[in-house]
């Protein structure tokens, strides 16, 4: 008994050994003999076996084994033909089989579904007085591929579960591979129809290659000699888009190309294929080439030979694919086949027996190689005694597992188990085991099954779990409402913020939608945004106001953005909503500021030009009349007190211009305007401005240099904003020194540069080194009480840093209490050959002018017989009056107005005034006024324009804008010059005689 069936397990062994094989070297199936092999290994009355299409809705009976009289009684009970029949799914089976591999049913009627209708079976298992019914799965990654169906004898059960299992395994692999096989002799199949049908818009490559002229192949020739004229002048002709997007080329590359060109990389090797290719006269390959980016490809290609009349070669025609890929899945195919070479390589881990003897003792009659990789033990190892991979088990997971073992063997149930195994190489790994166990007659039970090494598994779950514990952290730390809606408008998920919005649980707002959750109304405009995002699937950004269900309001910046998945499908919409009250209110309130700060920025500008307005009226008088009498006056003493006058008159102009320039400093406007000028001049000028003032106050002032000759030293610089700084800080130097000396220093320096540095020294009170840098703010000085004590608005030293810095220059002080203090200005300059030359020339026109100047001042219109006629306009008597003496030496006719209204009617009364010198601000009608109107009389009387100066002590630069847009020439501020009157007059002059020509 036992010797036949020790055989009997040798034989089945065999077989399965044998279909291994046969499966693996990838036979054709030939499933009649595998059911009919099959049922006799199981010992089964009868078997069939179904074949299930790829989309799973329909199976085929391909094989039913069982004696001929059960196939014809099975025959007529059901009226069909079992073999060959095509079967719609059977949901019910479907059910039923779907927990296990292998399904045992007490009758076939427990099987019966949609099928079969169950009175029918019922008569079929009781005319062929059937047994036990098995049903054995055949799957790959979850998918069914077929399934035995075995009829036991009544006597008979069903032992051979873990043959089946594993014979099974091996048959879903061969018919995954044949299918496979199958698939890709239909792609290849179709790939050559479309070559047929069209040529261009095949995916394989075709192309012609011609030979310049025929030639001889036959064993006559010298082979090798004709290989070297068909390498170089045998051409690509004709190719298709295939062709250049497998060598990566382009049209006007390919054109032309010959085998020296494709074969460039090994020439004797594709001479090699071209005589192949001509003894046969068509060839088919699979070859490595080289593309002509360098990389390499992998082409299956047929070829034939074109022959003229005559049997010569002309050429050949050429189909190819690019087969890199396949080549690629054949190798990992190859790859799979060797390590499915044998049984036990099919799955990963190790197959295995265990055979556990009733007393307690075990050991694996069989286990493959792959034991090593779990237990890193050899199958020799354990097969008598397994011990030795019990030793590996971890000793937190031993009890575990042996207590499982125990159970599995009592109550005959799947031993399922995972635990770890502490190895002496890859320390501490975790396994995953499965085995069916079955009792032997003697007692023993003997399990069939696999274990594999699931660390790799273990980590990555850890991972996600982990990644996920981070994520949801993440979202639930962000301040911002955050959630996912799947496609559908379903919510997946979302962070506590949003869950706070929606007034609900994060677990009751999951698995809802916005009509759940929120009023129809908000959920009719969620919903219209999510179907408009979706259409889009771009991101959506809008700002809108939400309620909370306390009744808060809030403003939101909310982003709706496509949800991809990991194969680029959109499966849902996450959105994003940030919190921007605050911050719009807070640009709402920067908005406003700036509104103020504008607002405030005007009214200062309005108050400075009303202010440069107010003291320039005076002004004009003060220094016109000063003017008119320092040329009258005869007595040099009368002469100097009037210069002072004049000069300290001058410098209360600056005074007002520093003012306007802090506006324009702060704004940005002002600019540099150079000349060329001897500084030595300008500290003389200054020392006669302060040397009153010095005396008055007790002190001595004075100007020293190192330069050998300063009076010719020249620079090239802007000489007003330098004497506006050094007037500043000696103004300063002078009023908060009370004894001891002011000097104004200057000297040379070089620093990348040649430059003029000026030192301002006094004996003053100096300043604390803490203050040092304050006193350069505006409307800041050293102390609090310092204002109180000497006056001043603290501006002095503020605008000179600013113009300092224009100049490209430097301004700092050094200064210690009690002692003094030295405020130094270093400003580069112009100097050298070239600049001296410039200098030079500039200085012959200046002097040229000057005397041109001083003659206009005897006369500048002598030369002209006609008076030029000038209507003056002005409010201010003692401004007409200085205007008027001006140019009472000159050849001139004035009429005089007091406001705009009587200029216009003036102007009215006699249209052909030369000039017209226009104040801005008068009474009746402003200048402005009176100019727009003059402007409209002459364009109704197609008058020539009359020259318009704008002569106002409105000196900003908005203030000259407006001159101009009325409608005026150009715009002289007052206090003005004689000189600039006199040049006024010129340039009048020169336009009239231009208009007489």
Partial sequence: MVDEKSLKEKETLQMILDYSEIFIQGHELDYEQITADFSRICEAKAAAFNLYEPDGEYFTTKAFNCEQWLVNKAKDLLGIDVVGKRWMHDSIKAEKIKAKTITRFQSLVDLSGDVLPRTIVKQLENALDLGETIVIKITKNNKMLGDFTLIMPKDKAFEQ???????????GLAIERQRAETLLLKEKESSQKMLELFFKQ????????????????????????????????????????????????????????????????????????WREFFDKGHLHIDTNEMRFDGTQMWIEGDYICLYDDKGRIIGHFGNQQDITARKQAELQLAQRDQLLSTLSKQVPGVIYQYLLRPDGSGYLPYASDGIWDVYEVTPDEVKTDASKAYSRIHPEDYDRVIEAIQQSARQLNIWDDEHRVNLPDKGIRWLKGLARPEK??????????????????????????????????????????????????????????????????????????????FSEEVADLYAKQDKLMLANQKPLRVEEWLTYPDGRHILVDKLKTPYWGQDGELIGILGVSRDITARKHEEQMIIEAKEQAEKASRAKSEFLSNMSHEIRTPLNAILGLTEVLEA?????????????????????????????????????????????????????????????????????????????????????????????????????????????????????????????????????????EEDLEKIFD???????????????????LAIARELTKLLEGRLYAV???????????????????????????????????????????????????DNLKILLVDDNTDNRLLVELYLKSQPVTIDIAENGQQAVDLFLKNDKYDLILMDIQMPVMDGLDATRKIRRLEQDRRLTETYIVAFSAYAMQQDIDKSIQAGCNEHIGKPARKKQILELLERIQNISKDDSE
């Fill in 161 to 171: 579960e873990g043959i089946a299992e594993i014979f099974c395994n091996q048959l």
């Fill in 202 to 273: 095949s995916l394989s490559g075709f192309f012609f290659m011609m030979l310049d002229e025929p030639i001889e192949w036959n064993d006559n020739i010298d082979k090798e000699r004709t290989l070297d004229y068909v390498f170089a002048n045998q051409r690509i002709t004709k190719f298709n888009q295939a062709m250049l997007d497998q060598y990566r080329l382009k049209e006007d590359e390919i054109l032309g190309l010959t085998p020296n060109d494709f074969f460039q990389h090994d020439i004797e090797r594709g001479r090699d294929v």
């Fill in 632 to 768: 009258e006056l005869d007595k040099p003493t009368n002469k100097n007190y009037l210069r002072i006058i004049k000069n300290n008159g001058t410098n209360l102009l600056r005074i007002i211009n520093d003012t306007l320039d802090l506006s324009k400093i702060e704004a940005g406007k002002l600019e540099a305007h150079s000349t060329r000028f001897i500084p030595w001049e300008l500290l003389q000028e200054i020392h006669t401005t302060f040397s009153i003032q010095a005396r008055k106050k007790g002190l001595e002032f004075e100007i020293e240099t190192n330069i050998k000759t300063p009076e010719q030293l020249h620079v090239y610089a802007d000489k007003d904003k330098l004497r506006q700084i050094l007037i500043n800080i000696i103004g300063n130097a002078i009023k908060f020194t009370h004894n001891g000396h002011v000097k104004l220093i200057m000297e040379q320096y070089a620093n990348g540069t040649d430059g003029v540095r000026y030192i301002v020294r006094d004996t003053g009170i100096g300043i604390a």
């Fill in 778 to 796: 505006s409307f800041e000085q050293a102390e609090t009480g310092t204002s109180r004590t000497y006056g001043g608005s603290g501006l002095g």
């Fill in 815 to 865: 200064s210690k209490v009690g002692v003094g203090s030295q405020f130094i200005v270093e400003i580069p300059c112009k100097q050298g050959e070239d600049v001296a030359k410039q200098i030079a020339a500039k200085s012959d026109n200046d002097d040229i002018a000057d005397k041109q100047i001083a003659d206009k001042q005897t006369t500048i219109l002598e030369h002209d017989s």
């Fill in 440 to 517: 032997l007659p003697d007692g023993s039970i003997l399990w069939n099954g696999y274990i594999r090494d699931i660390t790799e598994d273990k980590k990555t779950q850890d991972a996600v779990k982990h990644q996920n514990a981070l994520i949801t952290s993440l979202l639930d730390s962000i301040p911002d409402m955050i959630f996912f809606k799947d496609n559908n408008g379903v919510f997946l998920g979302c962070n506590p913020a949003f869950a706070e919005f929606a007034g609900k649980d994060r677990a009751e707002i999951i698995g809802k939608t916005d009509y759940d959750i």
